[in-house]
Structures are given as structure tokens and as C-alpha cells.
């Protein structure tokens, strides 16, 4: 225990080194410190909402909207799998989540529901002997369903987040259909980036204005809404297929930016979205198609001749930075469903500066104690300690650094906590050498000694509390994620410090005395 080959010095003065290195930037304003390389310090730690102010919403997820289309596009697939079976009812309707009719001829029963087997799965049948269908979904893949939704919601919050260059946002799925979002240093502006930016491109059957819209809407159209107006400042609204020729999920690539002198967003399909657009516009040469953009006609051009090159342009009543943004929500891809804002709460940097002065003081204090309570009590391994302990903030603040975790208020907490966590280990060990010191042992033997049999409960006392640390980061969110950081990250550079640089200093002062007495 006492043997340090010349490599080991090395690698464990390297390693406290670096750590002051990339501690330092946090003592300096931001974007002051950089030794001008991505592999060298220059990052300060991240603090989280609690600590710089942000940006705090809880969201609910329309997922009812959803599976009411899925229910109308079942209904569809229902007429469709009837004609193909050359099969009549008597009318198809809709009832809850599921879709209804009754067969004109019963001795069909069977053809019908074998059909709808093979075009459409996961349904659940009520069929009678008079040939009355009630087909819905099966509750198991509607609740496949809703967690795909949230799923993906998330992953495009996430990357329309990530775009604007916001770092740390902590994004969170809670209950069955919420999401909670917390942006460290964001805004109310950030609200923007949650519309749901679903594109199509949609036959337009008539333009009219709003005022002329017809009651009832014959089957398979749906009335839409736009910004144009007429020559006399009436709205105009349009009467469009609901059958989509062309999906947003079909584009790669979107841009703000000008188009014949007027802001405008240019789009690029995939393959598949060039081989629909292309078809669609061949099929409508000389006739509208409408891009509709959440449920509103952005543009209606007419389609002069076949568009086969991949590529479309948006133009309408937006401006550059308008069009800019539209183009992001198009770029990172639409939202599965709609969202609702339950709640939304923006923190001042104020409350943070409060909770970071608060959380200097109780670790200042919480420092000091430690040290001279070291120092009183173990004298000049007790010194060492306090040395080891500077080296422990020191690793413990360049890991945070370093890895761009978030500080939050109760990861200060769990800072505090780690100080006192610190030295336990070192207490351990000096113990053990005073009872063996006390059994008659010789100064190098009794360290050996202390050493040797204390390392094995130092290593079990702190992995317990790690695998508690990592679980609560695990299955915790939000504040109780914050304090199972630093705990983590405490643990690690704590078991550093006390079994490689403490043990060190101590050798290397019993190697350079050797004392044949000695007092703990």
C-alpha cells in the first residue's frame, strides 16, 4: 500500500492538474477563459433553471385528436375493404372509438371480416348473425400508440429545442399524456417552437370567400381557412381534398429566405415526396394546390406544368424572420399531436443569484468547519486531508465543467453534502492507524497497516451510496436528478482523493522522515 511507482505519481499528479484546469473557467466571466482548443478548459459549469431563471411549461399532449383520425382514416379503409369485397351496408358511422355498419347481404359476414383482417390489424370485432359490424382498435396497440406519440413528441421538442442552440433543456414525459419542460435562461418567445408545423399539400376543389362557405361539407372535403383576402378585404377560405398528396414527413430540408423580392420558405422533398409531388402536379396541371400549414392555406398556386425537380417554395403574408422560423418547425419535422399549455412559469436570474449566494455561504462554511475540525483533531494528517479536500472541490467542479452537467439548487446541496462526505474516508483511515499505532506497531507499519484494512469498507460504505445516487438519477427527474449528480460525481472524486492523493502525501512525508514515533 505504501509502494507508488514513478507512473502512478505521474497519472495522479496529471489528473489533479487537469482538474484545476478546467475548474478554473468558473472563477472567470464567461468566454474569458479559453486556451483556444476543444480539448483544453474553457467551459464554465451549467447551471439549471432553479439557479439562472428559464423557461418552466407543462404541456398535455392531444392524443385524443390523434386516435379520433386514426378512427376516421379506419372508417375510410372500411369503405374501401367493402367495395373491394363488392360488399353493400347500409351506411358507415362512427360511434366512440369505433366504426359501425351493417352488412346488406350477412352471408358476406365472414369474406368482410377476413378482408379487414389482412388490410387492416389489431382490431377487435362485434359481429352478429344479421351481419352488424362494431370494429375498433385493440386497447394494446392504442396503447402502443399513445406512448409512440409522446415518444416522438419529445424527440421533435427536443430538436426544435436543440436548433435555437439552447443547451440543457430538460425535457420529461410525466403521467399518461403530459410533458414537462424546463429551459435554463429561456423565454416566453420559446412557446413559438411548439406548434405542431404540420405540412401537406391538398387538392383544392373551390376558392370562395368564408362568407359563401358551404354548411355542409360533401364527402372526403374539408373547409380551410388562409390569410388571403379578396379585393375588397373579404377572407378567403377553400374547399380542398382531405386525401393528402403529399406529407411533411416527405421533406428533408426547409429555408427561410426570398423569393421574387418577398419572404418566402423553399422546401426539399426525399425521393418518395418528389415522386408523389411530381404525380400530383402532372394530375393538376392548370388547377390549385393548396400547401396547408397547421390546418391553414399558406399558398394556393396554380400548377402551370408537371413540378418534377423535388423542390417548392412558400410564399405568403410572413416576413423573413417569420418565414425563418417556419422553416425550422418544417426542418426538425411536425409534431404527432397538438399540445396544450397547463401551466407556464418563467424564473428571474434574481431567485438565482439568492439560491447561488445561499449555496456559497453554506459551502464556505460547511468548508471551513471541515478543515479545521481536520486540523484540530488529526494535526498534521489532518492538514493533508484539507489539502486533499481543495483538490476534491477542485475535481468535483472540473467533472461539472467538463461534462457540461447542470448545476441545480439541490445539486449545491448535494455539494455541501459531498464535503463533509470528503474526508469520511480519511477519518476512516487515520482511526485504523491510531489503533494500530496504539497495538505497538512501528510508524510505516501502522500506515501500512490503516491502509491495507480500511480499504475495503471505504470502497462498500461508497459504493452503497453510489448505486443510491445512480438510482435516483435513474428513476428521479428535475431537483432529485441535480442532487444525484454532484453526489455521483462527489463519490468518485472523494475515493480519488482519499485512497491516491492523501495516501501519497503521507508516504511521501513518511519516505522523506521517517519517523520512529508518531502521534495522530
Request: glycine share 8%; with cysteine; proline share 3%.
Amino acid at each position: 500500500m505504501l509502494n507508488f511507482p514513478t507512473w502512478k505519481k505521474i497519472l495522479i499528479l496529471t489528473v489533479c492538474g487537469m482538474g484545476f484546469l478546467y475548474a478554473l473557467p468558473n472563477f472567470f466571466k464567461e468566454g474569458t477563459f479559453n486556451l483556444g482548443s476543444e480539448w483544453l478548459p474553457g467551459k464554465r459549469m451549467n447551471l439549471g433553471l432553479d439557479l439562472q431563471g428559464g423557461l418552466h411549461l407543462l404541456m398535455d399532449v392531444d392524443v385524443d385528436s390523434v386516435f379520433k383520425q386514426q378512427v376516421e382514416n379506419l372508417k375510410s379503409a372500411v369503405r374501401i375493404t367493402l367495395r373491394q369485397a363488392k360488399a353493400r351496408s347500409s351506411g358507415i358511422s362512427i360511434s366512440g372509438n369505433s366504426v359501425r355498419f351493417k352488412l346488406l347481404d350477412p352471408s358476406k359476414t365472414e369474406a368482410v371480416r377476413k378482408k379487414l383482417r389482412d388490410r387492416i390489424g389489431n382490431l377487435e370485432y362485434e359481429v352478429d348473425e344479421n351481419g352488424s359490424f362494431a370494429i375498433a382498435y385493440s386497447p394494446k396497440f392504442l396503447a402502443e400508440q399513445k406512448d409512440d406519440i409522446l415518444s416522438r413528441t419529445v424527440e421533435v421538442i427536443r430538436r426544435r429545442i436543440d436548433a435555437t442552440g439552447t443547451l440543457e433543456a430538460s425535457i420529461q414525459r410525466q403521467g399518461e399524456k403530459r410533458i414537462l419542460v424546463q429551459v435554463p435562461g429561456g423565454d416566453a418567445s420559446l412557446k413559438d417552437k411548439f406548434k405542431p408545423a404540420k405540412l401537406t399539400i391538398q387538392k383544392v376543389k373551390k376558392m370562395h370567400l368564408c362568407t359563401d362557405s358551404p354548411r355542409r361539407m360533401r364527402g372526403g372535403t374539408q373547409l380551410m381557412r388562409s390569410d388571403d383576402t379578396d379585393a375588397s378585404g373579404q377572407p378567403i377560405c377553400y374547399t380542398v381534398e382531405k386525401r393528402v398528396r403529399v406529407g411533411g414527413e416527405n421533406i428533408v430540408d426547409a429555408a427561410g429566405t426570398y423569393h421574387e423580392n418577398r419572404p418566402a420558405v423553399t422546401f426539399r422533398f426525399d425521393t418518395i415526396g418528389a415522386r408523389k409531388f411530381c404525380k400530383a402536379s402532372r394530375e393538376n396541371v392548370n388547377r390549385q394546390l393548396a400547401i396547408i400549414l397547421d390546418k391553414k392555406v399558406i399558398s394556393a398556386p396554380v400548377i402551370n406544368e408537371p413540378i418534377c425537380q423535388g423542390n417548392g417554395v412558400i410564399t405568403g403574408r410572413f416576413s423573413i424572420k417569420e418565414a425563418q422560423e417556419t422553416a425550422l418547425l418544417i426542418r426538425v419535422g411536425a409534431l404527432p399531436a397538438g399540445v396544450t399549455f397547463l401551466e407556464e412559469r418563467s424564473v428571474g436570474p434574481g431567485l438565482g443569484r439568492d439560491s447561488i449566494e445561499a449555496g456559497k455561504a453554506a459551502s464556505i462554511i460547511g468548508f471551513l468547519a471541515v478543515l479545521v475540525f481536520m486540523a484540530l483533531v488529526y494535526g498534521r494528517f489532518g492538514l493533508m486531508a484539507d489539502i486533499a479536500l481543495f483538490i476534491n472541490v477542485a475535481l468535483l467542479a472540473a467533472l461539472l465543467s467538463a461534462l457540461q452537467a447542470t448545476l441545480t439548487l439541490p445539486g449545491i446541496a448535494g455539494i455541501v453534502l459531498t464535503v463533509g462526505m470528503a474526508v469520511d474516508a480519511n477519518v476512516l483511515i487515520f482511526e485504523r492507524i491510531r489503533e494500530e499505532l496504539r497495538s505497538g506497531r512501528t510508524p510505516i507499519n501502522a500506515v501500512e497497516a490503516g491502509y491495507s484494512r480500511a480499504l475495503v469498507t471505504i470502497i462498500d460504505s461508497n459504493l452503497t451510496t453510489l448505486i443510491a445516487a445512480i438510482l435516483l438519477y435513474a428513476f428521479g427527474s428535475g431537483p432529485i436528478q441535480g442532487f444525484a449528480v454532484t453526489l455521483t460525481f462527489g463519490l468518485i472524486t472523494s475515493m480519488f482523493t482519499a485512497i491516491m492523493v492523501t495516501r501519497l502525501m503521507v508516504v511521501t512525508w513518511l519516505r522523506s522522515v521517517r519517523p520512529t514515533e508518531m502521534m495522530i
